[in-house]
């Protein structure tokens, strides 16, 4: 989750952190919820390619930690009633691409933006995309879990005793 204007009021009282990594307690586990930063991860890649967009969601989790304390959580299959939502969606997109292609002098600047954000909102983050990003991160040294985020998360921080603290990012 993000607070936006934070940072802003934080120098603003001239606020110092303990530690230059921003991490109290560097032996503490982070578990993390990649699709958290969705709207930054669909701003990386809508505004360029897979690798860009890969060095940016790096960046992102090591906000959260170092490589060994954070435990990145990948959502696996989507739910069948997000695959019909898709189906929707697609169709939706189809039919904007047809009648730019039928009429393209209907754009004026103002419409031209509404297309460009339409277009923007309507990316998802496929299967495929996310396991290209989580093999990515295994190969760089993250630790990487594909499975339904949030029970996976749950289920972590449930099992986890005091002696090995944790921070959980969702």
């Not at 990386?44 to 967009?53: K, L, S, T």
């Not at 939706?92 to 039928?102: I, S, T, V, Y």
């Amino acid at each position: 989750m993000e607070i936006r204007g934070l940072y802003q009021f934080l120098r603003a009282k001239k606020y110092q952190p303990d530690n230059v990594d921003g991490d109290p307690e560097p032996s503490r586990r982070h578990l993390v919820d990649v699709a958290s930063f969705y709207s930054k991860i669909r701003q990386a890649y809508v505004a360029a390619g897979p690798d860009e967009a890969h060095l940016k969601v790096e960046y992102l989790l090591k906000q959260c930690g170092k490589t060994s304390n954070v435990v990145a959580y990948f959502d696996g299959h989507a739910a069948e009633e997000k695959e019909r939502a898709a189906v929707e969606r697609d169709k939706g997109l189809q039919e904007l691409r047809n009648k730019m292609g039928e009429r393209p002098q209907w754009l004026n600047m103002k419409s031209s933006r509404k297309l460009k954000k339409a277009i923007r909102d309507s990316w998802t983050w496929i299967l495929e995309d996310r396991q290209k990003l989580a093999q990515y991160l295994r190969e760089r040294g993250w630790t990487v879990i594909v499975a339904e985020a949030d029970v996976a998360i749950a289920q972590t921080a449930q099992l986890t005793t005091l002696s090995s603290p944790l921070t959980v990012t969702s």
